[in-house]
């Protein structure tokens, strides 16, 4: 079966930062990558899809890359609203762990 | 305007049953996979199952194979999550989503 792992699971950062997260796939997925942002209560939100594709509405600091195995998120320069915590998922199915981005 | 409305979630005792119901309106339902989402107090998400458009593939996450039942019906724009014998590790918000649409969620509290 097919596992994706996140790194860093936790990481603090100012406002203005760049930040930068990854997610591992243990075998080869394409780009059938999607990420969400979740705050607390709130249910997740949709913010890139096929692994780099920006979803509709979703600010341009938000960007996302790779293929294969290996895929980013970065957020090139980290706003208040931000801070929050960013799952990658694969196919509608697997979720990777989490990385909560929280204030320094 | 897209909605996907959660229902059915409650208190439940151990070996209890539970039927969950979402309620889809704002996108054409019959053209879309369907998942159920759980998050448990305090963790990450854990995708639970999946259906295809017109309910002739399911896919379950091993821990709730044999337990619970994904289906729709696509004349009542609805998607229904059966979940029986459940166990305490169950206890989680359980979103209906689509991927870009999520319901609100309703929490499934299994406890004596």
């Known amino acids: 079966d097919i596992q994706l792992t996140q790194s860093p699971s936790f990481l603090s950062a100012s406002v203005g930062d760049r930040v930068t997260i990854t997610c591992r796939a243990s075998e080869g997925i394409s780009s059938y990558l999607v990420w969400y942002q979740q705050k607390p209560g709130k249910a997740p939100k949709y913010l890139i899809y096929?692994?780099?594709t920006l979803q509709s509405g979703v600010p341009s600091r938000f960007s996302g890359s790779g293929s294969g195995t290996e895929f980013t998120l970065t957020i090139s320069s980290l706003q208040p609203e931000d801070f929050a915590t960013y799952y990658c998922q694969h196919l509608n199915s697997l979720f990777g762990p989490g990385t909560k981005v929280d204030i320094k | 305007e897209v909605q996907l409305v959660e229902s059915g979630g409650g208190l439940v005792q151990p070996g209890g049953s539970l039927r969950l119901s979402c309620a889809a309106s704002?996108?054409?339902?019959?053209?879309?996979?369907m998942s159920w989402v759980r998050q448990a107090p305090g963790k990450g998400l854990e995708w639970v199952a999946n259906?295809?458009?017109?309910?002739?593939?399911?896919y379950y996450v091993d821990s709730v194979k044999g337990r619970f039942t994904i289906s729709r019906d696509n004349a009542k724009n609805s998607l229904y999550l059966q979940m029986n014998s459940l166990r305490a590790e169950d206890t989680a918000v359980y979103y209906c989503?689509?991927?870009?649409?999520w319901g609100q969620g309703t929490v499934v509290t299994v406890s004596s």
């Open positions: 704002g996108f054409t339902f019959s053209s879309n996979w």
């Open positions: 989503a689509r991927g870009v649409d």
């Open positions: 096929a692994a780099s």
């Open positions: 259906i295809k458009e017109d309910g002739s593939a399911k």
